[in-house]
């Protein structure tokens, strides 16, 4: 009792941003390579180091702080990151002319967790994720125009219109999922298809929020998961809010790697592309060779607001979020690599024009798709398996019953 | 949309309101041969044999883990404790634990779970001890599974079977007694079957596990242990009935009674005093389906009888029998001589005491009473 009054004391005592990310930001990651260590060729691998601090464990080895990677991998990370956030700003413009209904979450500051899992994982893997999906989804191999296509509520959208923000989905990829929480025991499942089928070369990545993490079907989950040894990496993405409400107010212990308790767990810095990239491959690993379940807490940061209606300032300082955004996830990464002479100044620039013309393509094209038809037989499409659909299904009134 | 649906099979029903001759309420009633006293016609065919329905259930589940590799049976005590109402007895034995497994005491977890098989592409099976404690669980159920299909836009199926009894069940209080057909009957993108006989259980839960979309099957405690005859085809491990198809158990003349579950014996039962009492000859449709609903039968029936009544142990309010007197306003308001009427489970959460009980769910004598006053006799 004295040890944890004392913990809490301390935590509540510094400021969480000093405590999450203090010495964090130093370019450790150069000093152990020297310059010519980087080979000239795109193709050539070579090993770059992840900084020190990037990692807490829980009954866990930490991951090696090494990470062998090659130019082309580092420029795409960098593409990926940034394709994210132009689509996001798309996404965040069409909302402000009034184009997207509902929803739009945005995920501006945490594009290093999607890209980092996604580039640690393979398309075989199967990932599950929560309402926050644009960037994920695009990860996973859908194009900007259907997703942005989808939110606009477009017939060739990705869920042709059906689903919008939150619900879309790919081969391997079991969505965006609304209700909080609740896709976590979802997750366990598509690992427990994994096992049943003998499946030892995937495993499955399955993604939440700090808010979902006090959901009790989270910990069913995680109960299961031990309990019948499941292919599956929990990934609790930490954006420090819940919608409007810090991880202080809602959870009585903040270290989320923890809280699976005979899970062993890792923190990640999450807003270092290639920490989380690293801790992905060897979670993959670690899994894969029968260990069980992984509860990995990936700690980044939100820019906007929960969802684009939160202008995301009545619960957080100004100061705070300008304080974040020093540590941005795309600048974070240009910095590194313009240390180490992967990519230029000059070449970002040319990535960014590259990835912007297209985005904005992408979103023009989207913008002119047709909507859905207005007819009954596009309602009532899908409700059920073609083939298997009931005789009738009634719409408004009698007269709209559609057979 | 107007045209066309007057060559579909419920619209061909639907009155026309600008019709210059309104049909009359005495529509000509076809003669008829005296129903059959009793209504299980498929007793007396040759090879027949008895069943109860929980033999039925776990024939049904046995078949179909044999027939597909993806199948596998999921939920509390299903496996070493031989299933809590021993549905699934004998199942692990055959089987072995990777197809038929033990979960903790965990609804909203294991259903999770078994809607996530499913949507990577198992077909899991997944058993409630009751579907009272689905309600832990409902939002996987209605939010994980119903809706996923249309969400993504018809690339997400989902197949799996929940299934487990329901309803009414003897002196168990409010928490274990409520009826969940209206609940899962009203949410698009479930199928909802509701087993009365062994063959119903049989052939029902078989096509639920076929159907590729999520399917509720809800079954009744007090109906397991109740033998019923068993056709010859029955038995055979191709038996599957068609979802959305009601069966018609009890021919009759003057009144259409439209039951499901456990209430359609009591029904027939009461059916048969109406012919002891009174010579009334009543029709006794099992719907065999909640969601989809055979709306023609029953609006065919309602033609025939032009007397409507409607059987069941829910709570009255918002039940499956508002809907189906809704539909027989909608569809068949011309052909009713008398307002349809319901017979429910009364409002008021399950009292434990014994009298108190028998006055919260219909009776054999409710059931009478109130035909008898439908009928004016």
Known sequence: MTMLSYS????????????????????????????????????????????????????????????????????????????????????????????????????????????????????????????????????????????????????????????????????????????????????????????YHGNRDTVTVDIFGDGAANQGQVHEAFNMAKLWNLPIIFCCENNKYGMGTSVERSSAMTEYYKRGQYLPGLRINGMDVLAVLAAMRYGKEFVQAGNGPLLYEYQTYRFAGHSVSDPGTTYRSREEIQAERRHDPLSVLQEQLAEWGVLSKEEVKAIEKDVRSKVDREAEEANHMPVPEPRLDVLFRDIYVPGSEPLQRRGRTIDETYY | MAAPRLFRPAARLLPSRLSSTPLLPNFPRVARAPSILCSRGYASEAGAKEVTVRDALNEALAEELEGNEKTFVMGEEVAQYNGAYKVTRGLLDRFGPKRVIDTPITEAGFTGLAVGAALAGLHPICEFMTFNFAMQSIDHIINSAAKTHYMSGGIQPCNITFRGPNGFAAGVAAQH???????????????????????????????????????????????????????????????????????????????????????????????AQLKQKYGVEAEVINLRSVKPLDVETIIQSLKKTGRLMCVESGFPMFGVASEILALSMEYGFDYLTAPAVRVTGAEVPTPYAVGLEQMSFPQEDTIVNQAAKLLRL
């Open chain 1, 8 to 195: 809490l004391k301390v935590k509540t005592a510094l400021p969480w941003t000093r405590l999450c990310y203090s010495g964090r930001r130093c370019m450790a990651h150069v000093a152990n390579i020297a310059a010519d260590d980087i080979p000239t060729g795109d193709d050539q691998p070579f090993k770059v180091s992840i900084a020190e601090d990037s990692y807490e464990t829980y009954n866990l080895e930490p991951p090696p702080y090494t990470l062998e990677t090659t130019k082309r991998q580092l420029k795409q990370l960098y593409h990926d990151m940034f394709t994210i956030r132009r689509m996001e700003l798309a996404a965040d413009r069409f909302y402000k002319e009034g184009k997207i209904r509902g929803f739009c979450h945005l995920s501006i500051g945490q594009e290093a967790v999607t890209v980092g899992i996604e580039h640690g994982i393979s398309r075989e893997d199967k990932l599950i994720t929560a309402y926050r999906s644009h960037g994920t989804t695009l990860m996973r191999g859908a194009t900007v125009k259907s997703i942005l296509g989808e939110l606009l509520g477009r017939q060739e959208g990705i869920s042709h219109g059906r689903g919008g923000s939150i619900h879309m989905f790919r081969e391997n990829f079991f969505g965006g999922n609304g209700i909080v929480g609740a896709h976590v025991p979802v997750g366990a499942g598509i690992a427990f298809a994994q096992q």
């Open chain 2, 177 to 271: 007694s409520q009826d969940y057909s209206a609940w899962y009957g009203s949410i698009p993108g479930l199928k909802v079957v509701a087993p009365w006989s062994a063959e119903d259980a049989k052939g029902l839960l078989k096509a639920a596990i076929r159907d590729p979309n999520p399917v509720v099957v809800l079954e009744n405690e007090l109906l397991y242990g109740q033998a019923f005859p068993m056709s010859e085809a029955a038995q055979k491990n191709d038996f599957v009935l068609p979802i959305g198809k009601a069966k018609i158990e009890r021919q009759g003349k003057d009144l259409t009674i439209v039951s499901l579950s456990r209430c359609v014996g009591q029904s027939l039962n009461a059916a």
